[in-house]
């Protein structure tokens, strides 16, 4: 009898499976040198663009996102250093949102800054007292809260009564411009002594410091271009004395007007 031939199996199957793991080493490859040639600008931008979303970004002394280099953001750009530099680089920054001062170019944080400008502007208020001849008449203090210029009560005003006297307006005037040189809030505040007041226009000491403060207000708004926005009027009648009621200097010292210059990181009480 006759053998019966062998049919022959797809012995070349085996092909299938190579040319597939073929095929994914390639892919493999191909990615791998693509991730090797990244554009180092294109990732310097990508770096930016994170630490700008993160807020502050690299801090001096922490590593850059690109490798080998350290650095640091001014303004938005990344300033790169090498590892190798020993240099520092050193930024500038401002107060941020939350009140915090931060070091600037030169040196001094913003609130250092704000108590020299306020240092000037006591100074320059002090020559223009000078020359109005009211001297005697006007003291400033330094405060936590800013700067306070305090006034006479009988340089603006006439026993028991609130319109300003006309021959203050020059001399407000002028120290409404220098108040407006910067944009700190100002406060304006009326005190009087503890003698109960007895005329037909004001029913007590607290009413008529309340509208002193406000005509003095007014007057900023309204002829010296002062904005609404940075002022406040307040009246303390008798309650916040400087001086006992006890002597007649005392209720003079008491019978003031105070212009508050406040700094910026306070707020209007």
Partial sequence: MKRKAKKSGNNERWLLTYSDMITLLVALFVVLYAMSNVSESKYAQLAESLNSSLGNGVLSGQDSLLPGKTGLLDGGKLLEQ??????????????????????????????????????????????????????GNVTMTTEKRGLVITFSDKIFFDSGKALIKSNMNKTLKQIATLLNSTDNSIVVEGHTDNVPIKNAYYSSNWQLSSIRATNVVEYLISNCNISPSRLRAVGYGEYKPVASNKTKAGQNKNRRVNIVLLYNNVESE
């Fill in 82 to 135: 090498s590892s190798g530099d020993t240099n520092t680089a050193t930024t500038g920054a401002d107060k941020n949102k939350n009140g915090i001062s931060t070091t600037t170019q030169t040196g001094k944080d913003n609130n250092t800054l704000e108590k020299e400008e306020f240092e000037k502007l006591r100074d320059q208020i002090n020559q223009i007292a000078e020359k109005s001849n009211i001297k």
